[in-house]
């Protein structure tokens, strides 16, 4: 992040994984690109999820920066970042003081603002692994990309058979299908249009969804469906045990925020889910309603 080749500022984040709504510390360190001294007084940042308001911090340090490539740290910020995962974007300002060897008197210019723009992606935590049922179709691709993207913003780790992972056996597609689905945390179903029903004016979604969606109902996983809204449905599309979030391919925006209501219960779901097997596990081990107890007896009685 440079300005107007005076000096250039890097910004260093506390962390690389940034969770919604916890704070977070970015220092701020500069060099000096120019050819006389400059000194910093006061520093400014402007996060895109701020709605215009800035946040503004005295810089204490005393000592000017001298001239060419010298650099020095200024102040640490400390950001509150927004509730809804995504990407957003910060710039920084620097009240910026040059020297004048001639007068021998320092110049105030201002605040001068980065000319570019930092960004900041914000993720829920901890990361789910999930089975993305999707077309490998290259017309499809424009639209599901773009879903893919959506779904990772939200803390999810996409997985698909033929896609990111692969069956050795081609015989044995799809009982490696249903090994993943059931190693996995939850199914996405990314439903695009197929084949158009003149008579009934609307379109079916691909068969491999039907497939893959029933594989994960048997293994009782979450569900959802992205579902384009020009497509009739069916199956478990039908089910109002599952979350169906529509679509429209030129209005993806749209699908964002819907996706903003419906993902964080979703995630819910699949953590509830998880305790739950984690119970489950517990109690076949023994380790509920009679190990711990016996456990805990045991060491009473030694005392």
């Excluded at 169906?244 to 209501?261: D, G, N, Q």
């Excluded at 995630?267 to 016996?294: H, T």
């Amino acid at each position: 992040m440079n300005s107007d080749n005076l000096w250039i500022l890097y910004p260093k984040p506390d962390s690389f994984v940034h969770e919604p709504g916890k704070e977070i510390k970015i220092g701020l360190t500069v060099q000096n690109l120019s050819d006389t001294a400059l000194y910093f007084s006061k520093a400014e940042v402007a996060p895109s999820w701020a709605n215009g308001k800035k946040g503004i911090k005295l810089i204490e340090k005393r000592e000017y920066l001298p001239a060419r490539s010298s650099i020095m740290f200024l102040t640490d910020f400390y950001l509150t970042l927004p509730q809804e995962p995504g990407l957003y974007s910060i710039r920084f300002g620097l009240e910026t003081w040059v020297y004048n060897y001639y007068t021998a008197d320092w110049k105030n210019l201002g605040v001068l603002w980065t000319s570019d723009w930092g960004y900041i992606q914000i993720t829920p935590q901890p990361i789910y692994k999930v089975f993305v049922s999707q077309s490998n179709r290259p017309e499809d691709s424009p639209v599901v990309n773009q879903i893919v993207n959506m779904i990772e913003l939200w803390g999810f780790k996409p997985k698909t058979v033929g896609i990111n992972e692969f069956s050795e056996d081609p015989l044995k597609i799809f009982d490696d299908i249903e090994r993943k689905i059931g190693s996995l945390d939850a199914l996405i179903a990314i439903c695009t249009p197929r084949d158009y029903n003149l008579q009934e004016k609307s379109y079916k979604t691909l068969g491999m969804t039907h497939v893959e969606s029933t594989m994960a109902f048997k293994d009782k996983k979450p569900m959802i469906f992205i579902v384009d809204e020009r497509i009739k449905p069916e199956g478990l599309l039908e089910d109002p045990r599952f979350p169906k979030v529509s679509y429209h391919p030129t209005k993806l925006e749209v699908l964002e925020h819907r996706l903003a209501i419906v993902m964080p219960g979703f995630r819910k779901w699949i953590a509830e889910k998880k305790q739950q097997q984690f119970c489950d596990g517990l109690v076949k081990a023994g380790l509920i309603l009679g190990g711990i107890w016996l456990a805990g007896k045991a060491m009473e009685e030694k005392e």
